[in-house]
């Protein structure tokens, strides 16, 4: 049967019946855009989410120990250090709000007690000068590293490197200044001065270090160190509670979960919607067969065969069925970018090429699998029968 | 051989019931190649059923058919198809025309189901349509051409494959008689060439273009000679 022949009549016939056309597409229409809505969001959801993780950077396990006034810091660091197959840098991270002074200018910033890997735990680049070493920390030096807001408050165009700022009265030597962080909490992590955690003592009235950050070489790394971890402090206290570890990957496992969940709840209702679509073809076919008997028994008289007959009527319901098809993805994609508009601030969210195909390609399979029954059942009829019926 | 064998062939409509019809009561002839057979008879006398199982699309009720000495009864659904595509011409009594498609995609559409290519048989279709006058109307639907014109639409589409056997039912009944006898004589043209050709009118004069006339009355051969007319050469 000739491919093109048959495409144009199925064009043909659904032009004829415009309206009953697109009734019949609008069980495609609504699945398909539903498929692409749902999937086109979930994907955008995980864009976001992994964009937001790795803001804060991936693999992280982060350590508290808040029970008592103990220094667990020695402790802690020793058992990051022997483990370096697992472990890639380790800091402190305690904070604390203190003025930060340079000559008459002054701004509240979050002083942060970390090592001299605090930057690579905390996904920070430099973007003057260097982190201070571990000679630095070793030495408890009076020396820090600022972030953005801080140093556009203090020195504006000048280079602060070199240049001491006060904080509670004592002096500090910058040696970094941090590249911006740009998230979306105002600057919060950009109005920050790191300092070697052993100043400790020498700024804070209760000098504990109570919270770490671990990065971990890779994800299954996080799992070992956190075993390690819960190990530890096991040990250290004889029992399993007073202290917190935790890891992004344990709430990406969940987060991960609840979008499988998710996707297949509205994959489940829109496969319903398209299942129904496919029932709707496939009675406008048998409809169809039933007003064009004629036509077919005219056919068959003329030389069309079964095989020839069957692959009209799926062509033709095909065809319906695609149409339906890229309305419904034109609809999903007008969807994505509304509901991505709502949902997500600054991400532009339109369907994949893969999935535009892939239900282009799955609507046409759809119409014609539910396009069988119909064509078969005229491509067996017999000529002189078909020719009676008027 | 002869190209067409018909045994005592049956055909009862509605078997058994209050408006039982027989509209064939034991029918046995033989038509060669190369004949040009009449069949000749009123109305409701049982040509069309005739021809319709001579042209493969209904089966009679008993008897036997032999086409090229092949029982029609033992082909399969694929086998008929592929005769009717590539061994019989058949112009419909009542045109059947596919009325969504043009006159030209009409003619196209047997060798369409011969899987020939698109510029070869758009220009075979042209041509047939233009034997039978209709160049001029190759872009109009069915339902935009008078009776006449759809019925030479109908022939056109039934030579235009070149079949070796012809099989047409009143294929002039809506045309006027010039028109007709083009036809007649476009019908001669062929079976000189090789055509068998099989032709159903209730017209006589139509009758004498065929060598050989068939009588049938109430389903049966009432007589079954040469034509008269014909072979004076008359017309
Ligand atoms: N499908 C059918 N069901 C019942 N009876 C039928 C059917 N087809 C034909 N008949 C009957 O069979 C008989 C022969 O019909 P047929 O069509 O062969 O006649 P015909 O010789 O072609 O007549 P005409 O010259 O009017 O076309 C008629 O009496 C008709 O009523
Ligand atoms: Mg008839």
Redesign the pocket.
């Given at each position: 049967m000739n491919i093109g022949q048959a495409f144009s009549m199925a064009i043909k016939s659904i032009r004829n019946n415009k309206a009953r056309s697109i009734l019949t597409m609008l069980g495609i229409i609504i699945g398909v855009a539903a498929v692409i809505t749902l999937v086109t969001i979930i994907q955008g959801y995980q864009k976001e989410f992994i964009r937001q993780v790795s803001d804060m950077g991936t693999n992280v396990v982060q350590v508290s120990y808040y029970y008592d006034q103990r220094d667990v810091s020695r402790g802690i660091t020793e058992k990051a250090r022997s483990m370096p197959e697992y472990v890639q840098a380790m800091t402190p991270n305690q904070s604390n709000w203190y003025t930060v002074k340079l000559r008459d200018k002054s701004r509240d910033s979050r002083i942060i007690f970390g090592s001299e890997q605090y930057d690579i735990c905390t996904n920070y680049n430099i973007e003057k000068g260097s982190m201070f070493t571990y000679n630095n920390v070793l030495n408890a030096d009076r020396v820090c590293v600022i972030g953005q807001a801080l140093k556009n408050e203090l020195f504006n165009f000048e280079n602060p490197i070199g240049k001491t700022v006060h904080i509670q009265g004592e002096k500090f030597r910058v040696v970094g200044v941090l590249e911006e962080k740009n998230m979306q909490w105002g600057d919060y992590y950009d109005n920050i001065c790191i300092v070697p955690y052993t100043n400790n003592r020498l700024l804070m009235k209760n000098p504990s270090v109570s919270e770490y950050v671990i990065q971990a070489v890779d994800g299954e790394a996080t799992k070992a160190i956190i075993t390690e971890m819960e190990n530890y402090f096991k040990q250290l206290l004889g029992r399993d509670w007073g202290y917190w570890i935790y890891s992004e990957n344990q709430f990406m496992e969940f987060y991960n979960e609840q979008i499988a969940l998710m996707s297949l709840i509205g994959g489940g209702i829109a496969g319903i919607s398209l299942v129904v679509g496919g029932i709707g073809i496939m009675n406008i076919m048998l409809v169809s067969v039933t007003e064009r008997t004629r036509e077919i028994g005219i056919r068959k008289s003329i030389g069309a065969r079964r095989f020839d007959i069957i692959s009209q009527f799926l062509i033709e319901s095909g065809t319906l069925s695609l149409c339906g098809g890229l309305l419904g993805i034109l609809l999903g994609a007008l969807l994505s970018l509304i509901f991505g508009r709502l949902i997500f601030k600054d991400l532009v969210l339109l369907p994949s090429l893969f999935i535009v195909v892939g239900a282009a390609g799955f609507s046409i399979v759809l119409g014609m699998f539910f396009g069988f029954y119909p064509a078969n059942r005229a491509s067996k009829l017999n000529p002189i029968d078909a020719l009676?019926v008027e | 051989m002869p190209l067409i064998e018909i045994h005592n062939l049956y055909k009862v409509?509605?078997p058994g019931e209050e408006n039982e019809?027989r509209?064939l009561a034991g029918v046995s002839t033989q038509i060669e190649r190369g004949e040009f057979v009449a069949v000749l008879?009123t109305?409701?006398?049982?040509?069309?059923?005739?021809m319709n199982i001579l042209g493969c699309l209904d089966t009679p009720s008993h008897g036997t058919y032999r086409l090229g000495g092949t029982p029609v009864e033992q082909l399969s659904d694929n086998q008929l198809s592929k005769i009717r595509s590539l061994a019989i011409g058949f112009i419909f009594?009542g045109y059947n025309l596919i009325k969504d498609l043009t006159a030209l995609e009409n003619v196209e559409l047997p060798l369409v189901y011969r899987n020939m290519g698109r510029a070869k048989r758009r220009r075979i279709a042209t041509e047939a349509l233009q034997r039978v006058g209709l160049g001029d109307r190759l872009q109009h639907l069915p339902s935009e051409m008078s009776g006449g014109q759809q019925q030479r639409v109908a022939i056109a589409r039934a030579i235009s494959t070149a079949p070796p056997i012809l099989m047409a039912d009143?294929p002039t009944g809506n045309l006027d008689s010039r028109s007709s006898r083009e036809i007649m004589e476009l019908l001669r043209a062929l079976n000189r060439q090789g055509t068998t050709i099989i032709l159903?009118t209730?017209d006589r004069e139509l009758a004498g273009y065929a060598a050989r006339t068939i009588e049938?009355r109430d389903g049966r051969i009432i007589s079954d000679q040469p034509t008269v007319l014909a072979k004076e050469g008359a017309v």
């Open positions: 009676r | 409509y509605n019809v509209a008879g109305s409701g006398s049982g040509k069309s059923t005739m009594q009143e159903i209730h049938l």
